[in-house]
């Protein structure tokens, strides 16, 4: 069978049309030169490409580059509360918006809460996405690898918790006892990307491992305690609707306007149901397919079959399309797409709008003193310390799992305190938890404080770990 037999492209293999051929001028060649970048605007010589352009792309590409605009829209937020004009932060954020259709209203709640539950939805989807990249493709495909950081993720969520719970038992803020449970990956993998050289391959694997379950920890938390007054009838609908996906995949259906419109009715239903609206995304990024119609081999073969063609037409050209992008699952491809828009524009959104708390003399020595605030605080620093090192020692010292060489126990108790970096979903919890009572502030102080100890004191130890067993390393050279 031929190579172009094998491109699915929903059409028959049949000669290109003549009237679609390519104008002699645009032809491509096999081996010919790569595409002019002079045609795009980064690859032009001016003033405003040198001095923006690329120096914009540049940044979008470093590793740390979403959690440092994380960074600044959560200082952003602080002056902004801070400020003489702090009363219009507020304000702002509860300015109303209302989403209808003719006379159907189908959102209405302020601008903190279309952050929150509408586009959140969206971070949680491509974290669904990753998740069942994971479980498809990824780590978590062999349960034994995916063993020791799953451990590590239990202790990580449950001290924390116990942690919490431990200074508001019997008192009317233990509901918060989700909001020290989570990691932020983006920050985590930010603070272990500075120490570079210092950590070992593996210790990176370990913390993404860690953090996508702890996710998946935290989004059933989300999902069991932090809903309320559940519709059964709605939440019905939204499990039909994720059947009709499931289905539509099933049977190959790709047009993705179908599943963009089903989507927001699963978020719509979901939203209506008294499951917070954010489960939606997961839901649906779980749903999504995780594995390529067309392997690497075929993708390849595409590329082959268009070289040594003489002269390409649009049908050749609509052919190898599909074939190559369908080398990449939909997850995968889906993933690519959203993630600087997630990254770079939402989850910044999400901080400026949750971040914001007043840091007056009075307000910092209540949180002091706050079991809240405390009780978050150590929950993040001590508790994901002691859960996701304990556990992982106590592991390997069970014999369920071994680290591997060149990773020292140091090295684990460095990643674990990198850990109690919970930001994103930890303010997240929060404005679940306590819904913009002062308390929630008193919360987000501990958030703040534990996230800043935690990255400092994290990347000194990593460091620390780093120096050591290169010392070592070299002293049993010499010897």
């Known amino acids: ?7 699915e492209a929903g059409e028959d293999a049949e000669p290109p049309d003549p009237d679609t051929q390519v104008p002699e001028s645009e032809k491509v060649r ?30 979008l590409h470093i590793e740390t580059s979403g959690g440092i605009l994380l960074l600044l829209a ?22 109303p918006i209302e989403i209808s259709v003719s006379d159907f209203v189908v959102f209405d709640e302020d601008l903190h809460g279309f952050v929150n539950d509408a586009l959140m939805a969206l971070f949680f989807f491509v974290v669904g996405l990753e998740i069942k990249r994971e479980l498809a493709t990824g780590r978590l495909r062999r349960p034994r690898d995916a063993l020791l950081p799953a451990v590590a993720a239990l202790g990580g969520m449950v001290v924390p918790a116990l942690v919490y719970v431990a200074f508001n038992a ?55 305690f932090y809903s309320s007054d559940i519709s059964l009838g709605w939440l019905g609908l939204a499990a039909l609707l994720c059947v009709l996906i499931s289905t539509l995949t099933r049977i190959r259906v790709w047009q993705w306007p ?31 397919p995780a594995k390529p119609l067309q392997r690497d081999t075929d993708a390849r073969s595409v590329a082959r079959w268009l070289q040594d063609k003489s002269s390409i037409s ?8 599909f074939g190559i992008a369908e080398s990449r699952s939909v997850a995968e491809r889906l993933e690519v797409a959203l993630h600087p828009y997630v990254s770079y524009l ?62 020292t126990r140091l090295h684990v108790v460095g990643v674990s305190i990198v850990a109690g970096i919970g930001f994103t979903v930890a303010l997240f919890v929060t404005a679940l938890a306590f819904n913009g009572s002062a308390a929630g502030d008193e919360a987000k102080i501990g958030v703040l404080v534990a996230s800043l100890v935690a990255a ?9 770990a780093g120096r050591r067993l290169v010392g070592t390393l070299a002293a049993s050279g010499r010897s």
């Open 346 to 407: 939402i989850v910044p959104l999400f901080a400026l709008a949750n971040a914001g708390v007043a840091l007056s003399g009075d307000s910092l020595r209540g949180a002091a003193s706050s079991s809240v605030t405390i009780g978050v605080a150590l929950g993040l620093l001590v508790g994901k310390t002691v859960g996701v090192s304990g556990f992982t020692l106590l592991a390997t010292r069970l014999g369920l799992s071994s680290l591997p060489a060149g990773v």
């Open 30 to 59: 096999a081996a010919g030169s790569p595409p002019d970048s002079s045609l795009t605007f980064i690859g032009r010589d001016s003033a405003l490409a040198r001095t923006v352009g690329r120096p914009l792309l540049h940044f």
């Open 170 to 224: 019997g008192g009317d803020n233990l509901n918060g006892w989700g909001v020290p449970m989570a990691t932020d990956i983006a920050f985590a993998v930010g603070v272990v990307s500075l120490v570079g050289k210092w950590v070992p391959g593996w210790l990176r694997l370990f913390l993404l491992t860690l953090a996508i379950v702890d996710d998946i920890g935290a989004i059933l938390v989300i999902a069991i």
């Open 74 to 95: 959560t200082v952003a937020a602080l002056i902004w509360v801070n400020s003489p004009v702090g009363d219009s932060y507020a304000e702002f954020w509860h300015t």
């Open 1 to 7: 069978m031929s190579n172009e037999q094998n491109i």
């Open 456 to 464: 400092v004191l994290g990347l000194m130890v990593l460091r620390l």
């Open 258 to 288: 179908v599943y963009m419109i089903i989507g927001v009715f699963v978020w719509w239903a979901t939203l209506n149901s008294g499951v917070h609206a954010t489960i939606a995304g997961v839901a649906l990024g779980l749903l999504t």
């Open 314 to 321: 649009v049908t050749d050209i609509r052919r190898a399309n």
